[in-house]
């Protein structure tokens, strides 16, 4: 489905049922930014070695820089935007600033939501795991042990809440 036909994609983003259209093989990333102004998502490379575009599709670590917005059309798309809403991602921001493990903040979105997705499947990963769940994303700025501690803190806190995906 390339062609440059505009379409209707209906699909739920942030647990709010929205619509856009989408032109032939526009990215997932250009709508989330353009059509509803989430920008909290980021455009890296465009071709998926970053994880800066990094959202949840269907509760599973999606990049949306290369995915055409029509391939959605009836899921789930969660963004770093609803953290006021889900108990993981705030707690995953709270421990964020709380290690310091963002310096230039450029990728921070896009690892949060491959953690996310890590906390919902394994709520109390160890170190390795939390490594090759974020293998994804690239941070330049060198935080990678602090990005790790974060995701331990938040786990180590939902866990004493109790709190599930």
């Known amino acids: ?24 093989d526009v990215p ?7 059509e509803f102004g ?3 998502s980021r455009f890296g490379c465009g071709l ?12 599973e670590p999606a990049y949306a820089c290369s995915r055409p917005a029509w391939t959605v059309a009836g899921r789930r798309v969660m963004t770093i935007e609803d953290a006021g809403r889900d108990p993981m991602l705030a707690a995953l921001k709270q421990a964020f600033v709380e290690e310091q493990a963002g310096q230039c903040g450029y990728c921070l979105s896009g690892i ?3 953690a996310r997705a890590l906390l919902a499947r394994q ?4 170190r390795a795991s939390i490594a090759a ?10 935080a ?10 938040a786990a180590a806190r939902l866990s004493d809440a109790g709190a599930t995906a």
Do not use: W, Y
């Not at 379409?7 to 856009?20: D, H, I, K, L, S």
């Not at 769940?133 to 060198?142: E, F, I, K, M, T």
């Open 28 to 34: 997932l990333l250009a709508v989330l930014r353009g």
């Open 48 to 59: 998926e070695q970053c994880g800066a575009c990094t959202v949840l599709l269907d509760d």
């Open 144 to 153: 990678h042990n602090r990005i790790i501690r974060a995701v331990q803190r």
């Open 1 to 24: 489905m390339s062609d440059l036909a505009t379409q209707m994609v209906r699909f739920t983003v942030n647990g709010q049922p929205v619509e856009a259209d989408a032109a032939g």
């Open 123 to 126: 709520p109390a990963p160890d």
């Open 38 to 40: 989430l920008t909290g």
């Open 133 to 142: 769940a974020l293998d994804g994303n690239l941070c330049r700025c060198g």
């Open 112 to 114: 949060v939501m491959r």
